[in-house]
């Protein structure tokens, strides 16, 4: 079988770095993914590789063996899509050994290695009275959000968090390590900000840093009746012609079975000490439920802390479509929300919620002036809003239900805003389920250059042919 002689051929190289089942380490390196449906996907083993070297040893063995669809590779594992970063029957490359966290204050880089947690990344930049683009719950890592584009605190004024990545250091197919950056290997470099884990693996970030204090923000819960103000706030937000920038907000609404109710929350955040005006609607909304309310002045590194403290680690999955910033289209949203719990209600310890994530034109022109990215996103075609469907539930048995209602409840979003007029083609692929296509969504020109890059760094087509997971250019 190739999968075993592939994990052969890495012990004769390299022994330490594999890890099998029945072993502690196995069964350790299992529990770390935030979601059942990647714990349960058990590989025939894991590699730990612990350098760049070894990353570049592992894949010159595993390459001749002609691995179809069962190779993954891991960070933190915390993203929810399934088969993402873990593989039934496969090899799972897990990064978790890659450690390091540099500070260079002269060139204002910290540098990343890919195996780190971000709330230790935070920690190091705040020590020295500095931020980063990072995401936004402490236990991930760096390594889904800045391959696939990710949503920061800063994204308003700084893009994406692909898009503050300088440099990436890359081990390739062929077992070479390099560098791509906007002067280095460019064309992989840009690629690298969107295009997910389709070129090789990223071994280490450098990420800029910048000056950057204490927070304003937290969290505010209220009631339904209250939630179509808040998504007028919203479209009102971005459609201001001089918006602060400085600001983060979330408006969301769900169900949790432990309350047997549905309830509001607004996750708001200003990266100035205070609250500014534009947070006013959102932050002094009332009547809320005051002992939840967490607006404080703060750290960067415990409010992305707070972000995912008791979250639940069940079955987890997260579906999403991107509108224009429209009341209407957010509204009807709301109503197709409805209706998929309707058919959820009775699937066991159920969480579900949708959450609107705004991508303001500020996102996109920043984007563009640190140096472009793949996500095809032009100013000219926002404000944009990502709806999101996030449902948590305990038993397989529920797991197509659970596909099929949301399924069904995006495609009902996605038509009516094409008959509104108010549709975006743009996926975001932390979002994005397998029955999409988040490549396509960037637009032809992008993903003609993502599949050119593909090829040139790639040829052979490991990363396409033998690379686990949905998210492929060549589907």
């Known amino acids: 079988m190739p999968v075993s002689e592939a994990i052969e051929a890495v012990k004769n190289i ?50 001749p063996f002609g691995l179809h669809s069962k190779v993954a590779i891991c960070g933190a594992g915390q993203q929810a899509t399934p088969g993402v970063a873990n ?21 204002k880089i910290v540098s990343v290695a890919a195996g780190e947690k971000m709330g230790d990344v935070y920690e190091v930049v705040m020590s020295a009275g500095l931020g980063v683009v990072g995401n936004r719950h402490s236990s991930g890592g760096i390594g889904g959000d800045a391959v696939q584009g990710g949503l920061s605190y800063f994204s308003y004024s700084r893009g994406f968090v692909c898009d503050n990545v300088v440099n990436y ?43 950057q204090g204490h927070l304003w923000g937290g969290k505010v819960f209220y009631f339904q009746p209250s ?37 509001c929350m607004n996750d708001v955040f200003s990266t100035r000490p205070e609250k500014p005006k534009a947070l006013e609607p959102f932050a002094d909304i009332q009547p809320q439920i005051d002992q939840m309310n ?6 960067l590194k415990n409010f992305t802390s707070e972000g995912f403290a008791g979250a639940t680690a069940n079955r987890v999955v997260k579906m999403s479509t991107t509108v224009k910033a429209n009341t209407d289209i957010l509204e009807y949203s709301v109503k197709a929300y409805h209706a998929a719990f309707d058919k959820l209600k009775g699937v066991a310890n159920i969480l579900f919620s949708i959450t609107f994530e705004p991508i303001p034109v ?27 469907f996030y449902t948590s539930w305990d038993n397989a048995s529920d797991d197509e239900l659970v596909y099929d209602v949301n399924k069904e409840a995006i495609a009902t979003i996605e038509k009516e805003a094409q008959d509104k007029n108010v549709s975006a083609s743009y996926r975001y692929l932390n979002y994005t389920f397998p029955n999409q296509d ?18 040139k760094y790639d040829p052979d087509g490991f990363f396409e042919s033998a690379g686990a997971g949905p998210f492929k250019l060549r589907r």
């Not at 770390?32 to 350098?51: D, I, M, V």
């Open 169 to 211: 250091e890359v081990v390739l197919a062929n077992g070479e390590v390099v560098n791509a950056n906007a002067e280095t290997n460019s064309d992989l470099w840009i690629a690298l900000k969107g295009g997910g884990n389709n070129f090789g693996i990223v071994t280490r970030f450098d990420l800029r840093v910048f000056e």
């Open 294 to 299: 967490s607006l404080r002045i703060d750290s």
């Open 362 to 388: 500020s996102m996109m022109e920043n984007s563009i002036i640190r140096g472009g990215n793949s996500l095809g996103l032009k100013p000219e075609d926002g404000p944009l809003v990502v709806v999101l």
């Open 14 to 63: 390299s022994s330490e770095v594999v890890v099998l089942p029945g072993t502690e380490e196995y069964d350790e390196l299992t529990k770390s993914y935030f979601s059942e449906l990647e714990r349960e996907l058990k590989p025939a083993c894991f590699l730990t590789p612990g350098s760049p070297s070894q990353v570049a040893d592992i894949l010159k063995a595993i390459k």
């Open 87 to 107: 593989v039934r029957d496969g090899i799972t490359i897990h990064l978790k050994n890659l450690r390091g966290i540099t500070l260079n204050l002269g060139n």
């Open 438 to 455: 988040p490549f396509a969504s960037y637009g032809p020109e992008s993903k003609a250059h993502l599949l050119k890059t593909s090829a």
């Open 227 to 263: 939630f179509s103000r808040q998504i007028q706030s919203l479209v009102d937000y971005l459609h201001d012609p001089k918006p602060d920038t400085d600001v983060h907000i979330c408006v969301s609404l769900g169900y949790a079975g432990a309350f047997g109710d549905f309830v």
